[in-house]
């Protein structure tokens, strides 16, 4: 079975020097001081136009992120490969509005699903929706306010770059995720998400909505999914995430005067998330489970389900994975025993990617038991290592 406490295989991957600089880089994360200091230095030296790339690039960057390109992604998806973890290669420019902006991101998405249909190592794609529109366009179209006539356009033309993107993958034939973010925006990119799994699931599962489970109607919403996909024939692709933005969701619903729509409790999303993996799994003949999440039990539960209804470990409509550097005891104690792991490995230019890390900082700040468990596991590593070369020595 699974054992998550193994370290050798969780750290195969990296040599002593990466160890100690995970090390390093975690004890520093741990710290939300030094965390917030070197955020705000990192934003003042942008502002000044101080360059940055040589302080950010081999540490946290080189952490988290796999490079400024695809190419430059390519020789960590060969050594995570090595070890059967695969890779989702994630553009993760966030924020851009314009409309050169939204085009060279559809340029640089369709491109990373071109990418992924060549490679066995890399068995999704991965967008982020809000990259394709206006913020604006997205708030008013989910609030069903009404919309002017120029942004009645670009809501449509929102749709038709969403299309672009899943036709290809449809016709390369790679699995594409669609990442979710602000709940504000959620509506009309579900709206959007499902006439695609229409149009392009109706053999498979190809078009993977998120469904973001700290969120307190979506297990609801999900089961209604469910329902239309089954009445309409279509497959249902569904990437399970808890959640990255609470502490935003919570301060707007506050500020703005509305139920905050996020689980008061974490207990409350741990059941809600666990309870949307056992439902979708009891539904497996329409629903394919993308398991995205660093929590132990929640991959266990949907490894042990697998177990005990005898599915193939490789069977393609189930997936665990998780953010690259992060949880690797996870990844790779799985790949070993033989379930479909893959990790999210971002890429893009430092300047570009610099919200992604902070965001990356901030989680391994506030998740305290997080930030602790890789530190614990890569002391345990060390000290394994050794151990190993001290009897080595005895041995000689
Ligand atoms: C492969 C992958 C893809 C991802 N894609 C997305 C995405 O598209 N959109 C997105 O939003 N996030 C995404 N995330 C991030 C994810 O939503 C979580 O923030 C992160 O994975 C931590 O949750 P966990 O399940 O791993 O672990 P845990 O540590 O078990 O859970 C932490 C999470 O629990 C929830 N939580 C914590 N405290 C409370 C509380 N007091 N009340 C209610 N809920 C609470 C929050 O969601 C928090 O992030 C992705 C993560 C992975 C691994």
């Known amino acids: 079975m699974i054992n998550f406490k193994n370290t050798e295989i969780a ?26 200091v070197a955020k705000s230095l990192t934003q003042f030296a942008l502002m000044i136009h101080f360059p940055i790339n040589w302080i950010v690039k081999p540490t946290i960057y080189n952490l988290f992120v796999g490079g400024e390109t695809i190419e430059e ?18 553009y993760s420019v966030e924020g851009k509005e314009n409309i050169e902006d939204i085009e060279k991101a559809l340029a640089e998405t ?10 066995d190592n890399i068995p999704f794609a991965v967008f982020k929706p809000t990259a394709f529109t206006t913020s604006v366009v ?19 033309n929102f749709k038709k770059r969403v299309e672009t993107l899943c036709r290809r993958a449809y016709e390369v034939d790679v699995p594409v995720l669609i990442d979710a973010e602000d709940s504000w925006y959620q509506n009309f990119i579900d709206e959007t998400v499902e006439e695609m799994m229409i149009k392009f ?12 489970m700290y969120r307190k109607d979506r297990l609801e919403h999900l089961k209604k999914s469910y329902e239309k996909a089954k009445e309409k024939g279509y497959f249902l692709g569904a990437k399970f995430v808890r959640g990255a933005y609470m502490e935003k969701e919570r301060e707007r619903a506050a500020k703005t ?17 666990n309870d949307a993996l056992r439902f979708s799994f009891e539904h497996r003949e329409i629903i394919s489970i993308f398991n995205g999440t660093h929590n132990e039990e929640s991959t266990l539960l949907l490894a042990d389900l697998m177990e005990k209804n005898n599915i193939d470990k490789k069977d393609n ?37 610099l919200p992604y890390l902070f965001r990356r900082a901030e989680e391994n700040t506030s998740v305290k038991g997080q930030t602790s468990r890789e530190l614990m596991l ?7 290592r050794k151990k190993i070369r001290k009897e080595m020595k005895e041995k000689n």
């Open 317 to 353: 409509r189930f997936w665990f994975s998780q953010l690259y550097g992060m949880s690797d005891h996870i990844s790779f104690n799985l790949a070993a025993a033989g379930y479909n792991a893959a990790k999210y490995l971002p890429y893009g230019p430092v300047k570009h990617v």
């Open 110 to 119: 369709l491109k990373s699903i071109e990418n992924a249909g060549k490679y």
């Open 257 to 273: 005067g509305y139920e905050s729509p996020i689980h008061e409790t974490k207990k409350d999303t741990d059941k809600s998330y």
């Open 11 to 36: 750290f195969a991957s990296k040599s002593d020097r990466d160890i100690i600089k995970a090390r390093i880089l975690y004890g520093i994360m741990a710290s939300p001081f030094i965390t917030k």
């Open 201 to 212: 699931n109706k053999e498979k599962a190809v078009v993977f909505n998120t469904w973001q």
């Open 138 to 156: 997205l708030t008013k179209a989910s609030a069903g306010e009404e919309l002017t006539e120029e942004e009645k356009k670009e809501a449509e």
């Open 73 to 90: 992604c390519a020789s960590r998806v060969e050594t995570l490969g090595k070890y059967g973890v695969k890779s989702i290669l994630d």
């Open 378 to 384: 890569i002391a345990g590593e060390i000290k394994r």
